[in-house]
């Protein structure tokens, strides 16, 4: 049963930048696609991104290219998402998920990770 | 990118009473190379991730209850709650992976 595991929350100053850990366990973390998603208060989900760790190349959603940096360290089984120039429309819920591309779904999600932009 | 809506956006059923919600793509989802539909469905309580509910438009995640089906190719799917139950209360997202993820707006499934 795989399981991801986020860092906390965390609160921080327009025009600086965050970093949100996902810990993989469980599964086999090089194979699967993790995928970033965030969720703005009381509004819908929309994908940030992916990347594999096996290969190593992310794939960015056109809103947060060039504002968005995804990794993973295979050692760790930790996948990280880095967002820049935060805004306060940046404020969301920020989750790490697993694609599974044979489902073609995100059958795993970590618990989440509130990031609040705020001066 | 491919747009979701889904309709109606906010619903009150009876318990066991039949829960149904409607998901459109803007264009079709179905994949030539495999026959399937790159359409998901995921269920989202207050304060947790999204679960996954259904895959290939129809098909059941394991560990979901059988009162709950989805249907529908190319560009129009339905997810259905056969018999409401008080744990269903949620908002549901209907997702595609045919191309650049996006999800629908979600629809709210309340008890009337």
């Known amino acids: 049963q795989a399981q991801l595991v986020q860092s906390g929350a965390e609160v921080k100053k327009p025009g600086s930048s965050v970093k949100v850990s996902c810990k993989a366990s469980?599964?086999?973390?090089?194979?699967?696609?993790v995928s970033w998603v965030r969720q703005a208060p009381g509004r819908g989900l929309e994908w940030m991104g992916g990347?594999?760790?096996?290969?190593?190349?992310?794939d960015y959603s056109q809103k947060f290219q060039g504002r968005v940096t995804m990794t993973a360290d295979r050692s760790t089984s930790t996948a990280y998402m880095e967002l820049s120039s935060l805004r306060s429309d940046d404020t969301a819920v920020y989750y790490c998920?697993?694609?599974?591309?044979?489902?073609?779904?995100?059958?795993?999600w970590g618990q989440g990770t509130l990031v609040t932009v705020s001066s | 990118d491919i747009v979701m809506t889904q309709s109606p956006d906010s619903l009150a059923v009876s318990l066991g009473e039949r829960a149904t919600i409607n998901c459109k793509s803007s264009?079709?989802?179905?994949?030539?190379?495999?026959?399937?539909?790159?359409l998901a469905w995921y269920q989202q309580k207050p304060g947790q991730p999204p679960k996954l509910l259904i895959y290939?438009?129809?098909t059941r995640e394991s560990g979901v209850p059988d009162r709950f089906s989805g249907s529908g190719s190319g560009t129009d799917f339905t997810l259905t709650i056969s018999s409401l139950q008080a744990e269903d209360v949620a908002v549901y997202f209907c997702?595609?992976?045919?191309?650049?993820?996006?999800f629908g707006p979600g629809a709210r499934v309340h008890i009337k």
């Open positions: 998920a697993r694609y599974d591309s044979i489902l073609g779904a995100f059958d795993y």
């Open positions: 469980g599964g086999t973390f090089t194979s699967y696609t």
């Open positions: 990347i594999t760790p096996f290969f190593g190349t992310p």
């Open positions: 264009q079709s989802v179905l994949s030539s190379s495999d026959n399937k539909n790159y």
């Open positions: 290939w438009s129809s």
């Open positions: 997702q595609q992976y045919y191309s650049t993820p996006t």
